[in-house]
Antibody
Framework: QVQLQQWGAGLLKASETLSLTCAVYGGSFSAFTWNWIRQPPGEGLEWIGDIHHGGVTNFNPSLKSRVTMSVDTSKNQFSLRLNSVTAADTAVYYC???????????????WGQGSLVTVSS | QSALTQPPSASGSPGQSVTISCTGTSSDVGGYNFVSWFQQHPGKAPKLMVYDVSKRPSGVPARFSGSKSGNTASLTISGLQAEDEADYYCSSYTGNNNLIFGGGTKLTVL
């Protein structure tokens, strides 16, 4: 059974850096892509980007200049950093497992519990 | 790039069928067979219902089916049940290793 557990700071001030980590329990860590998605309160989903265990990353063009993702294969964890946050970055952030690397895209089959990040101005 | 277009709301009575559309362009929905559908209940993480246009993950009832024609993908829920009331989101590969979501559809079971 695959489980994703995420954590990170929930309250930030404008211009600070958002930092979240997601731990993967069960299943293969190396075979899949690992994604971050966010959802502003009352709004829809927005894909932030993904990372493979080898460190290959892909980002949403609208966030690319502010996003960094990393992976710790020794712990089966991956992380998101979003710098220079503003109130517009207030959202529930989810980590999710994607399809097999190089295969299907959008097959987000396991999700973390979500982390509400609030940015105050 | 703009979000995929979904109707804001849909509804149906128990036992009926309902279809939710997801319209994109030839650069996303129409160009690739990587359309997924997610169900989200309030306060919960999204759940994958359909991927690769029409494939269902293990455990998802056969009442949920996906299809695509041109630049529009569709999710059909047959034999509507009360627990199907939720928000539904589509997603599509856009090329260049990017993913885009639809704006979401709120499904009400009357």
């Amino acid at each position: 059974q695959v489980q994703l557990q995420q954590w990170g700071a929930g309250l930030l001030k404008a211009s600070e850096t958002l930092s979240l980590t997601c731990a993967v329990y069960g299943g293969s860590f190396s075979a899949f892509t690992w994604n971050w998605i966010r959802q502003p309160p009352g709004e829809g989903l927005e894909w932030i980007g993904d990372i493979h265990h080898g460190g290959v990353t892909n980002f949403n063009p609208s966030l690319k200049s502010r996003v960094t993702m990393s992976v710790d294969t020794s712990k089966n964890q991956f992380s998101l950093r979003l710098n220079s946050v503003t109130a517009a970055d207030t959202a529930v952030y989810y980590c999710a497992r994607g399809g097999v690397f190089g295969g299907s895209y959008g097959e987000l089959d396991y999700w973390g519990q979500g982390s509400l990040v609030t940015v105050s101005s | 790039q703009s979000a995929l277009t979904q109707p804001p709301s849909a509804s149906g009575s128990p036992g009926q069928s309902v279809t939710i559309s997801c319209t994109g362009t030839s650069s996303d929905v129409g160009g690739y067979n990587f359309v997924s559908w997610f169900q989200q209940h309030p306060g919960k993480a999204p759940k994958l219902m359909v991927y690769d246009v029409s494939k269902r993950p293990s455990g998802v009832p056969a009442r949920f089916s996906g299809s695509k024609s041109g630049n529009t993908a569709s999710l059909t829920i047959s034999g509507l049940q009360a627990e199907d009331e939720a928000d539904y989101y589509c997603s599509s590969y856009t090329g260049n290793n990017n993913l885009i979501f639809g704006g979401g559809t709120k499904l009400t079971v009357l």
